[in-house]
């Protein structure tokens, strides 16, 4: 089981346990525990960044997700996923994962068209919803 330290300003620590390499998907997955001492919680950008460095790799390739602060404060558990390109992390991670660490807004369409596109589907069955709900948007 591989280990890593990493002391931040001195007030947080940041440690990776559980460590694993998920070949099938290309990346390494990770628990990881924040310790803040004095601080309500760390920002997942900082976290990102830190990890990034530990492992030596960008910050852009590095999903952390699933956050809980302990009870009584001053830890915090999570998970991480580090991927080994950014094709792979477009290719995998959840589509509502790559807008929340892009930052970009999810365009959606108008009521009217979701609903006309959810009951053009469900006259089709199986792959072919796909085709309908691409096909007239």
Known sequence: MLK??????SLVTIRTNKVMTNRL???????????HPNRASVPK??????LAQM?????????????QIQFGGGRSRG???????????KKFEPK????R??????EKSGRKQRKERKNRQKKV???KKSKVAAAKK
């Open 79 to 89: 998970f991480a996923l580090i991927y080994d390109t950014a094709d792979f992390a």
């Open 96 to 99: 509502y994962r790559l807008l």
């Open 55 to 67: 492992y030596k790799t960008t910050p852009d390739l590095v999903y952390t997700f699933g956050y």
């Open 25 to 35: 998907l290309a990346r390494r997955q990770m628990v990881v525990e924040v310790l």
């Open 101 to 106: 660490q892009t930052g970009i807004k999810a």
């Open 125 to 127: 069955r199986g792959t």
């Open 45 to 50: 950008a900082e976290i990102r960044d830190k």
């Open 4 to 9: 890593k330290l990493l002391q931040v300003d």
